[in-house]
C-alpha cells in the first residue's frame, strides 16, 4: 500500500523532472513512509512512496521486466499474486522477487491492459510501456484505492492524491461549480469529475490509455445483477445452498486478504459486518487476533456494549479509542486536507483518530466488514424503499405508511414526529414507483436543500444544472429492467460506495496513518456473487442482509447475528461550537471569510451559526449544511489559497531508489 | 389577531427555515412540505417557535400538516387558539 504518481507526455517532447517526480511523492509521504523509489527518461517518469507489506526485502518501485521494457508504480494489492505468479512461472516467466508487484508486470507482458481482468484487488497502477509507447492506468473494480489525473499541455499527470497532481508546474486548484453541485446533491462529485477544475478521478473498473493516438479511458468491469423479469429462474439453488456458498466464497475471500508479511488486524464495531469478518478471520487462522474499535462520549453513537460481546465470544485482543466531540473539531481540516472533498457528515473525522490510533499499535493493515450493507442490502434505505413502494400500491392506505415508523428505531427525533409529518417525508416520489431513482429522491431532495446556502455568484454559474439528470444519463443501458433492490444497490455500490464510504471514509482517512484497510466483502467474485442472489433473499420482510445471516450467523453470539443495522454515525455541528471550538471554526465561517471564498451567501450562512449555537438539538439538514459549508471553506483554504497547508512531510529515513538503484 | 401571526411566523420562516434565501419563491400559501422548506426536525422547531412566541400548547394530534404547513394556515390556526383561549 503506497502512494503512487507519474509524468507521461505521449508525444515525447521532454524527459520528466525529477525534481516535480520528487516533489509530488513527497506531498504523500503519509502513503507511503517506507521508502521511495523513481524511475524517468524519455519514455516517462514514475514515483513510488511505500508502504511495505509483502515481501519487505525486495518489493521496491518502481520496477521493470527483465529487459527494462515494462515499468510499474504500484499502490494497493493483488490477493491472488500467489496463483498468479504460480501460473506465469509455468508459462516461463522469469520473477526476481516474491512481490505482487512483479506478477503485474509480468500478467502485463503476457496480456497487456487485459490483464487487469486476471487480478483479484484493491489497486491503481501505471504502466509505461516502451515497446508500444504507451501508458496503462488502471484502478479496481469497487474503487477501493485512488487515482487521480489531470492534461497539461497535452502531458498526462497522475496520483493517487490530488495534492501531489498540484505538485506539477502551472496546475492549480480551482473548486468546481458542478462539483459542488453534485456534492451537496448526493454526497460527492459522480467520478470522472472531482471537486476540482480539470482534475479527473479514474471511475472504478476503468483503465486508462495514453499514447501517440491520444488519451482514452474504458471501463472493463460493471456491476450486474440479474432481469427482474427472470427472478425466479435465474437461481436454480434453495435458500440453504446459497448460504453455504457464499459462506465458503467469504472464507476464501478472508484468507487471500490476510496475506501479508506484516501483522494484520481488523476494525471492530460492534455491528453484524465486522463481527463477521473478525469471526471468519477466527476460523482461517488460529493465531492471536488484534481488533480494534472507537468510541464516542454519547450513548447515541457509542456501540462499546456491543463490540465487548463480540470481542468476549471471539476472544480477540481489543483496544479501543475515545473520540471526543473535541477531538473531531480539531482534526478537521486535516481531514479535508486528505478527503480533497466536501464532506456533510464528520464521520470520516473518527475513523482518521481510529487509523492513527491503530498505527501506533504498530499495525499497517486492517480488515473490515465495508460493503456488506451495499451488496447485501443492509442500509436503511433499501428498507425504506421497500416501504414506500408497498404504500405507492395503496396511496389512501392508513396502515402502510405506519411500517416508516420500523425503519429508523434509533433516530429519536425522527421517531418523535406525528404520524402525519413522518409521511409527508417519505412521500416524495410515490407517485412515481417506476422511476428508476425512485429509492433515492427522498434522500437527494433533502440533500438538495442545502443549496439554499449557495451565493448568488454561484447559482448564477450553474445556470439551472441538474445533477440528478446528469446521473440518470450515466446508468448503464440494463438498469431499467432491473429488480428495483438491484436499481437502489447499484446507486449505493456504484457511486456512493467508491464517492464517499471507501474514499472519505476509507482509504484517505486511513492512508493518512499508512494504514491500508481490507474489505473481504468486496472481494469481487463475492459482489458477483451477490449479484445473483435474488433480491427476496437479501431483504426478506424487513429483515435487512439475511442471506448473509443465514451464512455467517453460526459463528456468532445471537444477539449480534440478529442485530438491526445501526448506521456508524458521529456528533455532527455541535462539535463546532461551545468553549472547545477551535479558532478556525469561527474564522472560516465568518461573513468576511465567506464573502471572499464567495461560494456560499453569508448572511444565511450566519443565520445558521447562529441556529446551531442557540440550538440544543440540530436537524439533519442543518447539520450537513454546516459540515458541508466548513469543509468547502477547509479546502478554498487548503487547496485553492494554499494557506495554513502544512509543508509535505518528508521522511528523511525512508531511503530512496533511482531506476531500481538505491542510493 | 391573525395580523400579528402572520408577520412573526413569515420572519420564523425566513430566518430559521429559508436562512434569509430571498431567492426561494415563498408566499402565505406556500407548502413547508412540498417545497422540501422543513425536514424531519424542522416541525418540531416549527411547535417549539410557535408555543413559546404565542404563549400557546399545541397537543400531539393537532401537529398535523393542515394546522401547520403553510403560513395562513398557522395563522388561521394559531388565531383561532387564541380566540378560543381568551374566550375561556
Known amino acids: 500500500m503506497c502512494g503512487i504518481a507519474g509524468i507521461f507526455d505521449p508525444l515525447k517532447r521532454e524527459i520528466p523532472s525529477r525534481h516535480t517526480l520528487h516533489r509530488m511523492i513527497n506531498a504523500m509521504a503519509h502513503r507511503g513512509p517506507d521508502e521511495r523509489g523513481f524511475h524517468s527518461d524519455a519514455d516517462g517518469g514514475l514515483a513510488h512512496a511505500r508502504l511495505s507489506i509483502i515481501d519487505l526485502a525486495s518489493g521496491q518501485q518502481p520496477m521493470s521486466n527483465e529487459d527494462g521494457s515494462v515499468w510499474v508504480t504500484f499502490n494497493g494489492e493483488i490477493f491472488n499474486y500467489v496463483e498468479l505468479r504460480e501460473d506465469l512461472l509455468a508459462k516461463g516467466h522469469a520473477m ?14 503476457d496480456k497487456g491492459p487485459a490483464c487487469v481482468e486476471d487480478f483479484n484487488g484493491d489497486f491503481a497502477f501505471a504502466i509505461i510501456d516502451k515497446r508500444r509507447g504507451q501508458l496503462m492506468l488502471a484502478r479496481d473494480r469497487m474503487g477501493v484505492r485512488p487515482v487521480y489525473y489531470a492534461i497539461s499541455n497535452g502531458v498526462l499527470v497522475f496520483a493517487s492524491e490530488v495534492k501531489a497532481i498540484l505538485q506539477y508546474p502551472g496546475i ?3 473548486l468546481d461549480p458542478i462539483g459542488l453541485d453534485q456534492s451537496f446533491t448526493f454526497w460527492f462529485p459522480l467520478a470522472p469529475r472531482t471537486i476540482f477544475k480539470n482534475i479527473f478521478e479514474l471511475p472504478p473498473g476503468h483503465i486508462l490509455i495514453a499514447g501517440a493516438s491520444g488519451i482514452s479511458t474504458r471501463r472493463y ?30 472464507l476464501d475471500a478472508t484468507k487471500i486478504r490476510l496475506r501479508a508479511d506484516v501483522p494484520v488486524g481488523a476494525y471492530l464495531s460492534g455491528g453484524l459486518d465486522s463481527s463477521a469478518v473478525t469471526a471468519l478471520i477466527r476460523l482461517c487462522k488460529s493465531s492471536k487476533l488484534r481488533t480494534f474499535s472507537v468510541g464516542f462520549e454519547s450513548p447515541e453513537f457509542d456501540e462499546s456494549q456491543y463490540q465487548q460481546e463480540v470481542v468476549r465470544a471471539l476472544k480477540t485482543d481489543h483496544q479501543s479509542i475515545l473520540c471526543t466531540n473535541k477531538n473531531i473539531a480539531d482534526v478537521f481540516p486535516d481531514v479535508i486536507r486528505h478527503t480533497e472533498r466536501p464532506i456533510l457528515r464528520t464521520a470520516p473525522a473518527p475513523l482518521y483518530r481510529l487509523a492513527q490510533f491503530v498505527r501506533e499499535n504498530g499495525f499497517k493493515v486492517v480488515l473490515t466488514g465495508e460493503g456488506a450493507d451495499e451488496i447485501f442490502a443492509g442500509y436503511d434505505i433499501f428498507k425504506e424503499t421497500k416501504v414506500r413502494r408497498f404504500w405507492a400500491r395503496q396511496p389512501g392506505s392508513a396502515w402502510r405508511p405506519r411500517l416508516l415508523r420500523r425503519l429508523y428505531p434509533y433516530l429519536a427525533g425522527l421517531n418523535a414526529q406525528p404520524q402525519a409529518y413522518l409521511q409527508a417525508f417519505f412521500k416524495i416520489g410515490l407517485d412515481k414507483p417506476m422511476d428508476p431513482f425512485f429509492s433515492h429522491l427522498p434522500r437527494w431532495h433533502m440533500t438538495s436543500r442545502l443549496k439554499t446556502f449557495f451565493s448568488p455568484e454561484l447559482r448564477r454559474s450553474l445556470d439551472g444544472y441538474n445533477a440528478v439528470e446528469e446521473l440518470r444519463g450515466k446508468l448503464p443501458p440494463e438498469y431499467k429492467d432491473w429488480h428495483w433492490l438491484s436499481q437502489a444497490q447499484y446507486l449505493e455500490a456504484g457511486h456512493l460506495l467508491p464517492g464517499y464510504i471507501l474514499s472519505s471514509q476509507g482509504d484517505r482517512v486511513s492512508m493518512a496513518h499508512a494504514v491500508e484497510g481490507r474489505f473481504p466483502f468486496l472481494d469481487h467474485r463475492v459482489v458477483e456473487f451477490a449479484g445473483r442472489i435474488p433480491p427476496r433473499l437479501k431483504l426478506r420482510g424487513l429483515d435487512e442482509k439475511h442471506i448473509l445471516r443465514r451464512a455467517v450467523g453460526r459463528h456468532l453470539p445471537a444477539s449480534i447475528a440478529d442485530r438491526r443495522k445501526q448506521p456508524y454515525r458521529a456528533p455532527d455541528s455541535q462539535c463546532f461550537f461551545g468553549k472547545d471550538a477551535p479558532e478556525y471554526v469561527e474564522e472560516l465561517l465568518s461573513s468576511r471569510t465567506i464573502a471572499e471564498s464567495g461560494y456560499f451567501d453569508p448572511s444565511a ?45 518528508v521522511n ?3 531511503s530512496i531508489h533511482e531506476d531500481g538503484i538505491k542510493s | 389577531m391573525s395580523l400579528q401571526i402572520e408577520p412573526a411566523v413569515r420572519q420564523f420562516v425566513q430566518e430559521k427555515l429559508l436562512f434569509g434565501d430571498k431567492s426561494a419563491s415563498f408566499n402565505d400559501e406556500t407548502s413547508f412540505l412540498d417545497s422540501g422548506m422543513i ?12 408555543e413559546s412566541k404565542f404563549s400557546i400548547r399545541i397537543a400531539d394530534e393537532e401537529v398535523v400538516p393542515e394546522n401547520l404547513d403553510s403560513v395562513s394556515r398557522i395563522a388561521k390556526y394559531v388565531g383561532a387558539k387564541l380566540n378560543s383561549s381568551t374566550k375561556v
Open chain 1, 96 to 109: 526476481r522477487t516474491h512481490s505482487d508487484t512483479e506478477v503485474i508486470v509480468h500478467a502485463y507482458e
Open chain 1, 172 to 174: 492549480r486548484a480551482e
Open chain 1, 221 to 250: 468491469w460493471d456491476l450486474r445483477f440479474p432481469m427482474a423479469a427472470g427472478d425466479s429462474t435465474v437461481w436454480p439453488h434453495d435458500e440453504k445452498e446459497v448460504a453455504e456458498e457464499l459462506e465458503s466464497l467469504l
Open chain 1, 605 to 649: 450562512v450566519e443565520k445558521l451559526v447562529q441556529k446551531c449555537r442557540q440550538q440544543e438539538v440540530v436537524g439533519f439538514r442543518d447539520n450537513m449544511s454546516l459540515v458541508g459549508i466548513l469543509s468547502v471553506q477547509l479546502l478554498d483554504r487548503q487547496f485553492v489559497r494554499h494557506e495554513s497547508m502544512p509543508e509535505p512531510q
Open chain 1, 652 to 654: 528523511l529515513t525512508a
Open chain 2, 39 to 50: 425536514d424531519s426536525t424542522g416541525v418540531l422547531e416549527l411547535v417549539v417557535f410557535l
